[in-house]
């Protein structure tokens, strides 16, 4: 599959980052989000601990890394959004179903995770007002059902949490209006640094409590006989929804990519780094469970009532816990970022909207939905469809449904309808890069393994086949 003189001319005039560094920065910021500080915590808490742990990297390297790859290849390589790619391709154009599922299922997402954001960001400002300082005056038990019931008006209030998701989208909206090297760019750049600074400081001083090791031994600890078909499914959902996988995003990315950057490395370092986040993010929720008495399913309240507990109980408490919702907030707005873009590219290069217009437009449709069905108090709050709620619905349909088979339609293309020579050919940098065999192995992983095991996957979390 070629490219003819007339993409290569837009390839050249079509905006990328700036740099190496600023692309990584920019797909770590897109992988790295709620679902490494909010969601990762609370299922590894729910599915076994360090077994989870276990499966959930196993997942990472035989299904992740490879998805990934796919879709930095598919973008780079066309220099086009998720839709526009495989016509660059000259593919088949049954392949735009990935692009525009993958758009669908950004839009689910955002449906519900900008709702969580707006979570995080009023617990910035309760944080900053000084909201929690009466919880280190109270008995351990008193304090635990206080930060509970914070937890519960919070989410449940009737108007404050469509502000704060209100907040949310307004802010990520103003970043991608001003486009891809001074927007998106930019403020990855400045905040990726950041968020690790954060997040080591949190651990350090959850690792000073007293039942530290209890938190940590539950966190590292594999238990091999925990592992089964929930866990395993559990784990792949998580890997896809937490490198945003499936859903265009990577495709639209790789497309931003310079050419000297590796995509097998890129991809490597993005995977490494965004597990690394999301154990920091463990280590720095475990032990404070573990101290306060808490269950380690806690389920998605375990972030807003842990820390809250723990860090108004230290020295500087108040301060530490500003950081480490500042750093949650930062989390959530580059991600956020990164999956709005995919609709939006679509928008700006398949239908000629423009960039400002294309951002209202998918901005308002995510706060009109979200708003109106997410929240118990909302309009739709209390329905039901399929036996659940607007916030689980969303988050089925889009981690069992849409980034599975998204994946799965990404790896077979690569694997099967994209010739190995032309793979190799961009992998290694037009041969600049030497490193024949990995890129062999590379090429069997994604045309074998990682297609079965997705299709297996599949079948199981939509009931087709029952694995114990």
């Keep these: 599959m070629t490219l003819n003189s007339n993409q290569k001319t837009e390839k050249k005039k079509r905006e990328t980052f700036s740099t190496g560094l600023a692309v990584f920065f920019a797909t770590l910021g897109s992988a790295v989000g709620l679902g490494n500080i909010w969601k990762f915590p609370y299922l590894t808490g729910n599915s076994g601990g360090g077994a989870f742990v276990f499966t959930y990297l196993i997942c990472i390297l035989l299904v992740g890394i490879p998805v990934m790859v796919a879709e930095f290849y598919i973008g780079r390589k066309t220099r086009k959004n998720a839709v526009g790619a495989f016509t660059a ?87 991608l209006i001003a486009g891809v090297q ?40 594999v238990d091999f ?18 490198l945003s996988l499936g859903m265009g995003t990577m495709i ?46 806690g389920g998605p309240g375990l972030l807003f009532q842990t820390i809250p507990l723990a860090f108004s109980r230290m ?75 607007f ?8 981690s069992n449904i849409l980034l599975p088979v998204g994946g799965l339609l990404i790896s077979v293309f690569a694997g099967y309808f994209v010739s190995k020579s032309e793979l190799c050919k961009e992998l290694s940098n037009n041969g600049i890069i030497k490193n024949k065999s990995l890129i062999n192995i590379y090429h069997f992983v994604v045309k074998f393994v990682t297609p079965i095991l997705l299709i297996i996957v599949f079948l199981s979390s939509i009931g087709i086949i029952k694995l114990k």
């Design 391 to 398: 916030f689980d619905l969303f988050d089925y349909i889009s």
């Design 89 to 175: 391709l000259k593919a088949s154009p049954f392949w735009k179903i990935i692009g525009y599922m993958g758009a669908a299922a950004s839009l689910f997402i955002m449906f519900f995770y900008s709702s969580v954001a707006g979570w995080v960001y009023s617990y910035v400002f309760k944080a900053l007002t000084g909201k929690f300082g009466a919880l280190a005056k109270k008995p351990v038990e008193e304090a635990v059902k206080t930060a509970g019931e914070e937890f519960s008006l919070t989410v449940g209030g009737t108007y404050s949490p469509v502000l704060w998701q209100f907040i949310v989208i307004a802010v990520v909206s103003a970043i």
């Design 252 to 297: 639209t990315y790789g497309s931003y990519f310079t050419e000297e950057s590796n995509l097998m490395t890129t991809s490597a370092r993005v995977a490494v780094s965004d597990t690394i986040v999301s154990l920091l993010s463990g280590i720095a929720i475990f032990p404070v469970v573990f101290e306060f008495g808490m269950k380690p399913g």
């Design 225 to 242: 006989s925990k592992i089964n078909a929930p866990v395993i499914l559990t784990a792949l959902g998580l890997a896809f929804f937490k």
């Design 182 to 221: 001074k927007g998106i760019e930019r403020v990855t750049k400045t905040l990726m640094p950041l968020l690790f600074l954060l997040i080591i400081i949190c651990d350090i001083r959850a690792i000073t409590l007293p039942k530290a090791s209890q938190g940590l031994q539950f966190l590292f600890n």
């Design 315 to 389: 020295p500087l408490g108040n301060l530490l816990l500003i950081a480490f919702f500042l750093l949650a907030a930062i989390a959530a707005t580059t991600a956020m970022i990164s999956m709005l873009e995919v609709p939006i590219a679509i928008l700006t290069e398949e239908k000629g909207m423009g960039r400002t217009n294309a951002v209202l437009l998918i901005s308002s449709v995510v706060f009109i939905i979200g708003a109106v069905t997410v929240h118990p108090e909302s309009i739709f709050g209390g329905v039901t469809l399929l036996g659940k709620g």
